[in-house]
């Protein structure tokens, strides 16, 4: 079974409660998961497994829980390649920024080289006004992949 590094990047909150009910859902499964809602380099370094849930804040930014950490990759660089990750984005599709710091996480992660496991989802809280909901059905899918990861 995998170790999961969950860091979400949350204005109100929502981030957090996907990456809990997420995390709850893989230990079932029998992985285990950490759940860094303030995360920092160090906890990406040290991951194998990285599973990235952001919301989307003000003119497509990160929120202030996951920027300094964005930040300090892109200033960085550091090497990922032995890194899988996901991302699970949530927005609101009424502006023209719908979930881009997903966007931004995940074309950030694949530069620095970090292999993608499965499709990003963006989550919009328009449709989905309960989040967990939407990623639980996206998560159905990501899981099984985590056991073709050497």
Not at 47 to 54: D, F, P, Y
Not at 110 to 136: M, N, S, T
């Amino acid at each position: 079974m995998a170790t999961i590094t969950i860091i979400t990047g949350s204005t109100l909150g929502g981030a957090e409660y996907v990456g809990d009910h997420l995390s709850d859902l893989l230990q079932a499964k029998g992985h285990q998961t950490q759940v860094i809602n303030e995360g920092i380099i160090d906890d990406v370094l040290s991951a194998s497994t990285l599973l990235v849930i952001t919301s989307t804040h003000g003119a497509g930014d990160f929120p202030d829980s996951i920027a300094p950490l964005m930040e300090q990759l892109l200033a960085e660089r550091p090497m990922l390649r032995d890194v899988h990750y996901g991302v699970v984005g949530i927005g609101d599709s009424s502006y023209d920024t719908f979930c881009e710091a997903g966007m931004k996480a995940d074309a950030l992660l694949q530069d620095l080289g970090a292999i993608k496991i499965g499709e990003r989802i963006d989550i919009d809280i328009q449709a989905h006004p309960v989040p967990e909901d939407e990623a639980e059905r996206w998560l159905a899918d990501w899981e099984p992949l985590l056991h073709t990861i050497n």
